[in-house]
């Protein structure tokens, strides 16, 4: 085999030779010409090297950007007559949603529109699901794990206000902040 002629081939094609493996005297010795090393016929065993990376993270910061979505002029309704109990979920796609029975720790509600709830709300509730910045949420009894209209979300982390926990209330958007107000139930 001629080494002289295959390296500029090889270089065309953007490949780089560095070595020969399996060659004769002869094809070594044209190859220790061209600047190529003699590789060995059996792999190179290396002993196993154990690293210990560590990791840690300081502070996660999520970022949302809501998007503002036209609502139909016609908005449906869904309706729901019976508790949600911890896992269940209920999405009401390009519609409000009104609950009539309870929402459990661990049940979530979301909606395009407004969510209502005439009982305890103690779940989840995602109002504006689709960046619908003018949906509110209504609860009977406000004491949710978390509450979240177009992406603006707080958590029960942070604890409700006194003025609205386990009462009556709305919750709606005011610029990139949630408002918590008390209803006159």
Same mark, same amino acid.
């Given at each position: 085999?001629?080494?002289?002629?295959?390296? %500029?081939?090889?270089?065309?094609?953007?490949?780089?030779?560095?070595?020969?493996?399996?060659?004769?005297?002869?094809?070594? !010795?044209? !190859?220790?010409?061209? =600047?190529?090393?003699?590789?060995? #016929?059996?792999? &190179?065993?290396?002993?196993?090297? $154990?690293?210990?990376?560590?990791?840690?993270?300081?502070?996660?910061?999520?970022?949302?950007?809501?998007?503002? $979505?036209?609502?139909?002029?016609?908005?449906? *309704?869904? @309706?729901?007559?019976?508790?949600?109990?911890?896992?269940?979920? &209920? @999405?009401?796609?390009?519609?409000?949603?009104?609950?009539?029975?309870?929402?459990?720790?661990?049940?979530? &509600?979301?909606?395009?529109?407004?969510?209502?709830? @005439?009982?305890?709300?103690?779940?989840?509730?995602?109002? =504006?699901?689709? =960046?619908? *910045?003018?949906?509110?949420?209504?609860?009977?009894?406000?004491?949710?794990?978390?509450?979240?209209?177009?992406? +603006?979300?707080? *958590?029960?982390?942070?604890?409700?206000? #006194?003025?609205?926990?386990?009462?009556?209330?709305?919750?709606?958007?005011? =610029?990139?902040?949630?408002?918590?107000? %008390?209803?006159? +139930?």
């Amino acid at each position: 085999m001629d080494l002289a002629a295959l390296l %500029p081939l090889l270089r065309r094609h953007r490949l780089q030779p560095v070595g020969v493996i399996g060659a004769n005297a002869a094809e070594l !010795a044209q !190859a220790a010409e061209l =600047g190529l090393a003699e590789a060995p #016929d059996e792999p &190179v065993r290396a002993e196993p090297r $154990v690293e210990k990376v560590v990791q840690q993270v300081i502070k996660e910061v999520v970022v949302e950007r809501p998007v503002e $979505v036209p609502v139909a002029a016609e908005a449906k *309704t869904v @309706y729901v007559d019976k508790p949600l109990r911890s896992g269940q979920q &209920v @999405y009401a796609k390009g519609a409000d949603l009104v609950v009539l029975a309870a929402v459990n720790h661990g049940a979530e &509600v979301l909606a395009d529109g407004n969510i209502h709830v @005439y009982a305890p709300l103690r779940g989840k509730a995602i109002a =504006g699901a689709r =960046g619908n *910045t003018s949906a509110r949420i209504f609860a009977q009894v406000l004491e949710a794990e978390l509450i979240a209209i177009a992406g +603006i979300y707080r *958590t029960s982390e942070n604890p409700l206000p #006194d003025n609205v926990r386990g009462k009556a209330a709305q919750v709606r958007l005011d =610029g990139e902040k949630l408002l918590m107000e %008390p209803l006159g +139930i």
